[in-house]
């Protein structure tokens, strides 16, 4: 008997405190935002004392207290699984909102809703947090609702603009088709295994059949913004920097790499799944990272490279490295989300200013922020020794000795270098140079509660690769010999990029206005994907719809099919018997034909 | 007309129809029948238009082709069965040829062409004797042949006549063609059921013949002979509306008038015989009929067409002509259902 199970409730309860706090006048004070910050740095310290334990003594729970329902011989209760991955997931989770939150409330400050605010943000933990602990897929499913209905909550915040109003539902209707997949997978999972429960699944399913990992991947796209369910995640930094750091960044746009990493089990014996989510993930990371090089927005930048770096989470998962997969999780949400808190610092000093090409300068004048943001920015391309190296190096490798697609490995190395060149035009367009702001700012970063999260989200982006990965307990045999060509791709992939971006950095001297090549078109109108798909596909649809509803139902089948064929016919049929000509011989040839035709036949078929 | 050749002209009429039915011998069987066209043709001569005239001819060449016919039916029958008795028929040959001839003086389909152009060329209570007295003795020989004709046939003129006279009368205006159509369609479900349960075609026969003397009479008041006249009764004598309307109703084989009684009988025993979807059709294609006697009575009785002041204030003088028989021929067309065991006396 120890502190595991309580330690975990206690965590999940506490999140839910301020929320049932919100009820009462408290809810209104100014202190209320400190308080769920509060709260979430308990919930984070108290989910130490778990994971500690897993690290130390391997303790793996399952939690089963309440018995929710049985219909026929499906028990559905309120099931935990603290595992490997949840356990590791939780107190990076709660660090990065505990940071967050802080820095929200310097963000946020002048918002009068800024306590409904903590709010939403407290109610997305807390249905991330179900997500991830949850053991059976219909708990998993509450979860994966909860945190799409928060982030169109929070997409939408600023609800007067019809800009932000469209992102969010423009997130929710992507994540809502790849809810499809998901219904379809839980669906055969009752079918077919007769359970939702993650335990049962792993043992029955001995030849890892491919209609629920089929469906799964959907979902997964849809979630996590792969090729072709992607738009919504560039769209939905209409909400404000904080939403973006938690959701788009570390934390719901990971749960879709998460459900595949749940079913590793099944997905280790599916070659045919695995490839299809290798190329899938190696199609997203390139093609979102095309579109990064040309963005002028610094979200949308950092917006496409969660999106690539969430198509490298998906080429590990292709090649059947799960556990690298998580790393990844775990380290990329340090430095991206630091990223963003750069990124909201700029912006708010900036007087709410956006576009790239009217920052400038910044070098001097945000000096912590521009430590912040190019320690960011080369712990996403892989740095060695900072955190992405730890993982990011190691997906690489994986995939440069694995016995996989040479295609998808190809493109996944193309993404890399894009990845340097797209950080290096962040760096050098914000904070190199002379300003290209208007010169009335009032620029300062001395608030405490900016300066505090970043800090402590730069000691993890240094750090935190390499506390995880001597914590984490290895699951799979780690490679430890390779060609010395191969164990340097990655690096010199990254330092191709570089170089190329400094040496096209030179070009943009002259004064001459460049019109853009066709290339450039193509990026930054994100692949024309957009523009046709939001605008084809429904206006075909709906045309079709109507030409249904309208020619084919009611012109054709109700009307013209029945009544004015029948009435047509009666017409035809009694202009032809009443239409006699009155000569007699005419009758009585008809008389004659007739009785030779009944004498004939009817005596002939006796 | 001469009330003495009058008198003669009828009561041949009668005598023939009366020979018809009551004789057992081939010959004077046919005797009557040609008695019976004999007798007819100076009665629809009576106003000598040339559209009597035509309609005399036609008459007079339909069944004196009818006729021949039948006399050849008899032969044969003689030759095949040496006798001149008046019972099935033992040869299919004979069987089909007096089937056939029948029908011709009946006016099922095929042979169904002379039954609107003669009921038009003749005046109202004319029409009423050639479409109801001139079908008792046909119907009676058919009656008394009916073990032997061949059923594809009778089935196959039936239900044609039926189709023919729904669809023949959608297209008419004239009240006397709108008769003789319908009274195909009628003589179309007398037959059909004529080889399962022969007292049924007596028992439609029965209906029909009071349904269309209480039409024809109806008609024959006001000298209404098409759609517009009719239409305009509500100024002469209102009442008659409502009893057209009635009437027609009852033609068209709606419940709880007594068209209806027919209609069930015989669709209740095709279905004890196994044949489901004869009568299904057979009922559909009587919605032909009953549509266009709907359109009468809707101009009858239910609308008013547009007419001039004058008219709408007509003097109502007392009816002038006999209405022989009126009042007890509508309560018998229109209420007679509930009476309908009382028809097993027809057995």
Request: glycine share 4%; charged share 10%; with cysteine.
């Amino acid at each position: 008997m120890n502190l595991f199970t309580s330690s975990i409730l206690l965590t999940l309860f506490m999140l839910t405190t301020p929320i049932m706090a919100s009820s009462t006048n408290f809810y209104k004070s100014n202190k209320y935002q400190h308080y769920v910050k509060n709260m979430t740095l308990l919930a984070f310290i108290i989910s130490l004392i778990p994971t500690t334990m897993f690290i130390h003594t391997n303790q793996e729970t399952l939690i089963s207290n309440w018995h929710w329902i049985t219909i026929h011989t499906l028990k559905l209760s309120l099931s935990f699984k603290m595992d490997y991955f949840s356990l590791m997931f939780m107190p990076v989770a709660l660090f990065i909102t505990w940071s967050i939150m802080e820095f929200s409330i310097w963000y946020m400050h002048s918002d009068p809703n800024i306590n409904q605010f903590f709010k939403y943000l407290l109610i997305f933990l807390i249905t991330m947090l179900i997500l991830t602990t949850a053991n059976n897929l219909f708990q998993l499913f509450i979860g994966w609702e909860g945190v799409g209905i928060m982030s169109f909550l929070l997409i939408g915040w600023w609800f007067g603009r019809s800009d932000a109003n469209t992102a969010a539902l423009q997130a929710i209707l992507y994540n809502r088709i790849g809810d499809i997949g998901f219904l379809l997978s839980m669906t055969w999972f009752l079918s077919n295994m007769n359970t939702w429960d993650l335990q049962q699944i792993f043992m029955l399913d001995q030849n890892s059949s491919n209609i629920p990992l089929m469906g799964l991947t959907p979902a997964a796209a849809g979630k996590s913004a792969q090729f072709g369910l992607h738009p919504w995640l560039p769209s939905a930094m209409e909400g404000p920097t904080p939403v973006s750091a938690l959701l788009h960044s570390s934390t719901m746009v990971v749960a879709g790499i998460f459900l595949l990493i749940r079913f590793y089990p099944l997905m280790e014996n599916n070659k045919p799944v695995q490839t299809m989510v290798l190329s899938l993930g190696a199609l997203t990371t390139l093609f979102t990272a095309i579109c990064a090089l040309t963005q002028n927005d610094i979200k949308k930048i950092i917006a496409f490279s969660t999106s690539s770096q969430l198509g490298l989470m998906m080429v590990t998962i292709g090649l059947n490295q799960p556990h690298l997969a998580f790393l990844h999780i775990c380290t990329h949400a340090f430095f991206k989300a630091m990223l963003f808190l750069c990124s909201g610092s700029i912006i708010h000093n900036l007087n709410n200013e956006q576009d790239i090409r009217k920052m400038g300068g910044l070098y001097k004048i945000l000096p912590f922020t521009t430590t912040a943001l190019i320690t960011g920015c080369l712990a996403l391309t892989g740095m060695p020794f900072l955190t992405g190296f730890y993982s990011k190096d190691l997906i690489i490798e994986a995939a440069t000795s694995s016995y996989t697609n040479a295609w998808a490995l190809l493109l996944t190395l193309i993404a890399t270098s894009l990845t340097a060149i797209y950080s290096t035009r962040i760096i050098s367009l914000t904070l190199l140079e002379q300003p290209r702001f208007p010169p009335l700012m009032s620029i300062n970063e001395t608030n405490p509660l900016l300066i505090n999260p970043i800090k402590r989200l730069l000691i993890g982006s240094i750090f935190a690769g390499f506390i995880l990965s001597n914590n984490m307990p290895p699951m799979t045999t780690p490679l430890m010999t390779m060609p010395l060509h191969l164990k340097l791709t990655a690096l010199m992939m990254t330092i191709l990029g570089f170089i190329l971006a400094f040496e096209i950095n030179t070009y943009s001297k002259n004064l001459k206005y460049p019109h853009p090549s066709n290339a450039t078109n193509f990026s930054t109108l994100l692949g024309y994907f957009p523009t046709i798909m939001h605008r084809l596909p429904p206006h075909l649809v709906l045309t079709m719809s109507q030409k249904l509803a309208t020619s084919m139902l009611d012109l054709t089948w109700t009307e013209a099919i029945l009544p004015k064929t029948t009435a047509y016919i009666q017409l035809k049929a009694s202009l032809l018997t009443s239409n006699q000509k009155g000569l007699i011989k005419l009758y009585f040839l008809s008389f004659l034909i007739t009785m030779t035709l009944t004498l004939l036949s009817f005596n002939y078929l006796e | 007309m001469n009330p003495f050749i009058s008198i003669m002209l009828l009561s041949t009429l009668v005598l023939s129809t009366m020979i018809v039915t009551i004789s057992s011998h081939w010959l004077f069987a046919w005797i009557g029948l040609e008695m019976n066209m004999m007798a007819i043709i100076p009665i629809m001569m009576k106003k000598p238009t040339p559209r009597a005239t035509e309609a005399s001819t036609k008459y007079f060449l339909t069944q004196a082709t009818a006729s021949a016919l039948l006399m050849l039916a008899i032969i044969i029958n003689l030759m095949y069965s040496s006798q001149w008795t008046i019972m099935k028929l033992f040869n299919p040959t004979a069987s089909i040829l007096m089937t056939m001839a029948l029908a011709i003086k009946l006016g099922l389909a095929p042979f169904h062409f002379w039954v609107p152009e003669v009921t038009q060329g003749i005046p109202l209570t004319t029409g009423l004797i050639l479409l109801t007295w001139q079908k008792l003795a046909p119907i009676s020989i058919l009656y008394q042949i009916s073990p032997s004709i061949n059923l594809h046939l009778m089935i196959t003129m039936s239900f044609l006549s039926i189709l023919i006279g729904g669809w023949g009368g959608l297209n008419q205006t004239q009240l006397r063609k709108i008769m003789a159509y319908s009274s195909i369609a009628h003589m179309g479900w007398m037959t059909t059921i004529l080889l399962y349960n022969p007292s049924l075609t007596m028992l439609n026969l029965l209906i029909y013949i009071i349904m269309t003397f209480t039409m024809f009479t109806l008609l024959a008041q006001n000298s209404t002979t098409t759609t517009l006249l009719l239409s305009q009764t509500w100024n002469t004598m209102p009442i008659m509306t409502t009893f057209t309307m009635l009437t027609l109703l009852s033609m068209g084989g709606l419940p709880p008038l007594t068209g209806f009684m027919p209609k069930w009988m015989i669709i209740q025993e095709l279905t004890k015989n196994e044949s489901l979807l004869l009568p299904t059709l057979m009922a559909i294609t009587a919605l032909l009929n009953l549509y266009f006697y709907m359109r009468l009575a809707y101009s009858t009785a239910l609308t008013l067409f547009p007419s001039t002041n004058n008219m709408k204030m007509k003097w109502q003088f007392y009816p002038t002509k006999q209405m022989t028989l009126l009042p007890t021929a509508i309560v018998l067309s229109t209420m007679l259902l509930p009476l309908t065991p009382m028809f097993f006396i027809l057995l």
